[in-house]
């Protein structure tokens, strides 16, 4: 058993229910200590996974909540280790006061990820699993939910387990051809070994394709917002955020440096950016100002090219439209449309998708989902946890698939089978580093601390 932990489980803002976690030796005892069943029973006698309803009282005896409690016994928990939650109303202090009368009943404060942290060296997750439930809490459209909860199931697992199977049965029997060669034991066969190693490297390469999708996924598209001053760049920032998050004023060149927030857009996570009005300028802020628009355009995968639609076509304009074809997929935002046209469409390149909206009032902005098909990867419609979204993971995925790429030529060359092994245990080390199942300890450490305490 590990040492006694406990933390609040749902955030420090006011809720209306709040839940605090212990897990480790002690903790139903501990949990027994504060918490006091309507029925009398200890919750040492209380079978697992049950909600009892009754009382919390600090150490001092003063009743401090009402609530419900549960506990789950070793190894049949998400620990694997004995648990005990209580579910709280969900007031800040009340529920601080709760987790201080644990602490002085013998536990202390959970570090940030360490429950998870503690089912991964139980077994209960492998890395995979446990990187998901960040994902999982991190998601902030519905697609990325259903993948990291994919993820969460072993759906990664399940992809590489039997590429890893199959490359350990390879390299058990290299082992047992080249160190024992007097044993009766079938020999190596270059053809059967170049299939098995042929059905890995398709089985990774489209585990790894995904991870381009996945990206955008969970990290959201960048998408820079362009054009000249005052066309309404900071007014289609704050439609699509649904708040003001940019200063809007009558004043040409108020944006001088870059604003960024996410939305989501449909099923699109889209990271924005606001920049500074593209315009010969004389001012020094500014000019740094128009700079940075240009460093935001050149590293965005999606830009926004906002047109005054009230006014005509301006060589200004037709510059950034040009700079921004180059560089991403491009969207040409044609803005005022409350006000009389004057913009003439003939003047704009045909090939670039064109959207007429009024920013001030958010009419037709919510089109831009529409606007936006075809000209990013396909957000999976129904993702089962097979699209990778962690850079860790498509890196070893990436380690795994060189090592069957050189294992292959390796055969193909007809090299001594010592060095195709060398290729194949290289493959199966970036497997189990996937997976967890050899990982060194500040690597884990790095990827536990992303998560918040309490989870």
């Not at 100002?289 to 005509?312: N, T, Y």
């Amino acid at each position: 058993m590990s040492d006694l932990i406990a933390a609040i489980a749902t955030g420090s803002a006011r809720s209306a229910i709040g839940v605090i976690r212990l897990s480790g030796e002690g903790a139903i005892a501990c949990a027994d200590s504060v918490f006091r069943a309507k029925s009398g029973r200890k919750m040492a006698e209380t079978p697992s996974n049950k909600l009892i309803y009754g009382e919390i009282h600090g150490q001092n005896g003063a009743l401090l909540d009402t609530c419900l409690c549960t506990v789950s016994r070793a190894p049949h928990s998400y620990t694997g280790e004995d648990t005990a939650e209580l579910q709280c109303h969900g007031s800040p202090a009340g529920l601080g006061a709760i987790l201080t009368a644990l602490f002085e009943a013998g536990a202390r404060q959970a570090l940030p990820g360490e429950f998870t942290r503690r089912a991964f060296l139980a077994g209960k997750l492998d890395l995979t699993e446990a990187e998901a439930v960040i994902d999982l809490i991190d998601a902030d459209t519905l697609a990325a939910v259903e993948n990291a909860a994919g993820q969460l199931g072993g759906a990664v697992s399940r992809k590489t387990e039997p590429v890893y199977s199959a490359l350990l049965d390879m390299a058990a029997h290299f082992h047992a051809v080249v160190d024992w060669p007097d044993e009766d034991i079938e020999e190596f066969e270059a053809k059967k070994y170049l299939a098995v190693l042929t059905g890995a490297e398709e089985v990774l390469s489209a585990l790894l394709d995904t991870f381009g999708r996945g990206r955008l996924l969970r990290d959201g598209v960048r998408t820079a917002i362009v054009g000249r001053p005052n066309v309404g760049k900071s007014s289609l920032l704050n439609a699509l955020l649904g708040f003001e998050r940019a200063i809007v004023t009558s004043l040409p060149g108020t944006t001088r440096d870059t604003v960024e927030d996410t939305c989501v857009l449909g099923n699109r996570k889209l990271r924005l950016i606001d920049t500074a009005g593209i315009r010969g300028a004389s001012d020094e802020v500014e000019k740094i100002g128009v700079e940075r628009s240009f460093a935001a355009m050149a590293s965005a995968q999606l830009i926004l090219a906002v047109l005054d639609a009230s006014r005509p076509v301006t060589e200004e304009d037709l510059a950034v439209i040009k700079k921004a074809a180059g560089t991403a997929p491009t969207v040409l935002i044609l803005n005022k449309a409350d006000l009389p046209q004057r913009l003439d469409p003939s003047a704009l390149p045909e090939a670039l998708p064109r959207l007429s909206v009024c920013a001030k009032t958010g009419a037709g902005v919510a089109a831009l989902s529409d606007a936006l098909a075809g000209l990013l990867p396909d957000a999976p419609d129904a993702p089962d946890g097979e699209v990778l979204t962690n850079a860790r993971q498509a890196g070893e995925v990436s380690a795994a698939l060189a090592g069957v790429h050189a294992a292959k030529a390796a055969i193909e060359d007809c090299v001594t089978p010592d060095a195709v092994l060398t290729e194949v245990e290289a493959a199966l080390n970036a497997l189990g580093r996937l997976t967890g199942r050899t990982l060194s300890a500040d690597v884990t450490e790095r990827i536990f601390s992303r998560f918040c305490v309490g989870k």
